[in-house]
């Protein structure tokens, strides 16, 4: 009898050999032709300023961008496992569940006032 961890060994072997061999490919036969754009920091197509003047405020919108993602992620990462377990979890599972789902919608309805889901 076989150890049980032989196929998960010989997985892992050739996700290694994949990962450093397209890297490996990469740099031997990509292209190597450098210029002064390609070699300059890349600042998100703004010309970096030496002093912001004002103090350099970001706009509140891409906060409310971040923060969107962040609880909406959260929220889908926790529903997985309880989506996966529930008829193990029953009754305790959907109380658990409803009362998450009631304080993930604070944020929600915090970022749908301040207008985060306005895209224009």
Known sequence: MTNPYVPVLILMGVAAV???????????I?????????????????EP?????????????????????????????????WAVDFTVLAGFGLAAMLVFLALITVPFVY???RGGFDWV
């Open 49 to 81: 300023t030496p002093h912001a003047d004002g103090g350099g405020r970001l706009p509140v919108k891409y906060y409310l961008v971040a923060m969107t993602f962040i609880v909406f992620d959260i929220e889908v990462v926790f529903l997985y496992p």
């Open 18 to 28: 994949l990962a450093l061999g397209g890297v490996g490919a990469s740099v031997l």
């Open 111 to 113: 970022e749908w006032r």
């Open 30 to 46: 990509g292209p190597r032709r450098y210029n002064r754009a390609k070699l300059d920091a890349y600042e998100c197509g703004i």
